[in-house]
């Protein structure tokens, strides 16, 4: 990216940027530049939508929505949307602040954290850190006569290893509080599942109260994460549990899809025990099952066996069912059907 800033391509889009008339007067092609514009973007975005399907191990309808966007903004605007480099020093903020503000605050309050970064680095600093750092050197850092890319490469470097730094100080203070049994809860708190998954989770914190907090003399350690009932979400969040928390146990999710989809991922982590949460498709246990991902609860067909039962002897031929598009739904009815009818 900063090569093609620097190259005279780049400084022709800057100028249609700032004056497309004045560019045009200069014999420029405003209107074929924006083409190619877009077009290299394009190819940007489509590089990174390979990436996040290659990161995630799946692709959904989930994976395209306005939080992804929102995301962006938010990063591009943090870094410094005139810098090269902005967006990937956004980026790192965002990240740490979603890794470990987290541990500090409810799933749902994260949100206005970053909004409330967002409004002031918008107010006090609208080119994002990068510019907020520059005014602080200029008021109180000596005066040094540096060249441009020379300045952000060492205000790249320092960012990296203040990241570094706050990473090794939180690690090690991890590794100094003990082994306790860390057991990693996932509910879906935000979405059209909230209710149940607040509840999920309330009811987490009550076993764990009535066992003392304890189990076979070690302290059991709870941390939450949070879906909003979409499958690639559920595994962003679980694989966050896994990866970097090191939780011995994953419990959850709540919703039929996501449970597919952690099923998936639990074949990846052989060394972490899976317990279905609430999740009640099939294909979690039934179809390609996983060696350590559990279920202890009833699936769909389970909950309709009943009712395919008295259709079947009313004599029924077709019936139709209206319900919601994901997986849990889809494993109730014909399943239900077929269950009574081998009865």
């Given amino acids: 990216m900063r090569y093609i800033v620097r190259a005279p391509f780049g400084i022709v889009l800057q100028g249609i940027r700032d004056n497309p008339r004045r560019m045009a007067s200069l014999g420029y092609h405003v209107v074929a530049h924006r083409v190619a514009a877009y077009a290299l973007s394009g190819v940007i975005a489509g590089v990174g939508g390979v990436l996040l399907a290659w990161y995630n191990a799946m692709m959904t309808p989930g994976s395209v929505g306005t939080g992804w966007l929102i995301n962006l903004l938010v990063i591009a605007v943090l870094g410094g949307v005139k810098h090269p480099i902005g967006a990937f020093l956004g980026a790192l903020v965002f990240v740490l602040l979603q890794t470990f503000a987290i541990d500090v605050i409810d799933r749902e309050r994260f949100n206005l954290v970053i909004g409330g970064v967002f409004l002031a ?70 979405g059209p599942f909230a209710a149940g998954g607040a509840d999920g989770m309330r009811g987490a914190e009550l076993a764990v109260r009535q066992r003392g907090g304890v189990v076979a003399g070690r302290k059991i350690e709870i941390i939450k994460a949070s879906s909003d009932a979409k499958p690639d979400v559920a595994v962003n969040a679980t694989r966050k549990l896994v990866e970097q ?99």
């Fill in 245 to 343: 928390d090191k939780v011995d146990i994953m419990v959850g999710p709540l919703s039929g899809g996501e449970g597919i989809a952690v099923k998936d991922y639990s074949k990846t982590q052989p060394q972490v025990t899976f317990i279905n949460g609430g999740s009640g498709a099939q294909a979690t246990t039934l179809v390609n099952p996983s060696p350590n991902f559990f279920r202890f609860n009833t699936e769909g067909a389970q909950w309709m066996v009943g009712l395919g039962k008295a259709a079947m002897d009313k004599g029924f031929k077709r019936v139709m069912v209206i319900a919601e598009d994901y997986a849990f739904p889809y494993s109730r009815p014909s399943t239900a059907v077929w269950a009574a009818r081998c009865r």
């Fill in 121 to 190: 680095i918008v107010l006090f600093s609208p080119d994002g850190l990068l510019g907020l750092w520059a005014k602080l050197r200029s008021r109180f850092g000596p005066q040094q006569t540096l060249t441009s890319p020379q300045r952000r490469q060492r205000i790249w470097v320092r960012s990296m290893l203040g990241a570094a730094a706050a990473a090794a100080v939180m690690g090690g203070a991890w590794a100094q509080s003990g082994t306790p049994v860390k057991i990693g809860l996932l509910a879906t708190l935000e």
